[in-house]
């Protein structure tokens, strides 16, 4: 058997199969589907400083190849979390992540500092998706002053392993990995999802309720895995690949592409035992391969 150990910044993974925000929950509710202590890391539904009642329904589309969402960070605060969640989760035996979303960087600060003093959350991933309130609307992560603006504030209040989840939709994902990077990000995820619309042509409206939301699913992944390349070329620091990911095969190209590790989404819903089976993939490969650690075939493109 191949070691399949890999680090992301002070973050010590058993292996690099974690799981993507919003699409595993808490992990408590796959407890029953596969051993969350053999996932590398799970990183549970994205967080907010105050509560949040998501949008309307409907929320959720299914395309070819895919999904979209716009469920809207539906959320109880993080102080619900620290009260509720966070005891059912401290003891399990992996890595377990909080997605963080904001309004301002003062809100992303806040909630931060708030989990920085969690011990068994090492980790945070800081979501710059989202809409920012200072600059009517748009998303932090389009711009590499709004993406190094959260950055910057998140980590004068957060002191443990800080990875940043980047947005697709923008024409330099690099430039914006590399503001990250400058301004303090131990690691950074890609991709978030792209946006994409749906209409019920007999109705003559879009499918969701807010018109547009979220695409994941297959149909992402050759542009996530392009996106990942981009940034392995760009940055210094460690990159986890998302983006449509359901077998050993997918994880392997985005590790051959620059990511240390990837995180598994929208394949939870069709398979809840999928992280486990696309670890034990890479692991096969590994050793039919001749390798005796993964991290042999990470950014290994010629």
């Known amino acids: 058997m191949a070691d399949l150990s890999v680090k992301i910044s002070d973050l010590q993974l058993k292996n690099p199969v974690m799981t993507a925000s919003g699409t595993f929950g808490y992990g408590l509710e796959f407890a029953d589907f596969v051993p969350l202590e053999e ?29 979209l969402n716009c469920v809207g960070l539906q959320n109880k605060g993080v102080d619900y979390f620290i009260e509720h969640i966070y005891p059912q ?37 800081v979501n710059i998706s989202c809409p920012n309130v200072k600059e009517g609307g748009m998303s932090f992560g389009v ?3 709004g993406a190094a603006s959260i950055v910057k504030a998140v980590r004068q209040h957060y002191h443990k392993t800080m990875i940043v989840k980047l947005s697709p939709n923008v024409t330099d994902v690099a430039s914006i ?6 301004e303090g990000a131990d690691s950074v995820s890609l991709i978030n999802t792209l946006m994409g ?9 879009p499918k969701l309720s807010i018109r547009t939301g979220g695409l994941s699913g297959p149909a992402v992944k050759p542009v996530a895995v392009r996106m990942v390349n981009d940034v392995a070329k760009a940055v210094k620091i460690p990159i986890i690949g998302l983006g449509g990911i359901s077998t050993a095969e997918d994880a392997i190209e985005f590790l051959m592409a620059g990511a240390t590790a990837i995180q598994i989404g ?16 890479i692991n096969d490969w590994l050793d039919r391969h001749g390798c005796k650690s993964v991290t042999e075939i990470i950014n290994c493109l010629v």
């Open 177 to 182: 990995a590399r503001a990250c990077e400058d």
């Open 39 to 67: 996932i590398g890391g799970i990183i549970v539904k994205g967080t907010t400083l105050e509560p949040r009642e998501g949008n309307d329904y409907p929320r959720m589309v299914e395309t070819p190849q895919g999904m």
């Open 197 to 205: 619309m749906a209409i019920d042509i007999e109705r003559r409206r």
């Open 266 to 281: 929208t394949a939870n819903f069709l398979d809840p035992q999928v992280t486990i089976k696309v670890r034990d993939g």
């Open 143 to 145: 711009t590499c002053s």
């Open 89 to 125: 989760i401290k003891d399990i035996d992996t890595n377990m992540i909080v997605n963080v979303s904001g309004n301002s960087p003062e809100s992303y600060a806040e909630t931060a500092e708030k989990l920085d003093a969690l011990e068994g959350i090492p980790a945070i991933e």
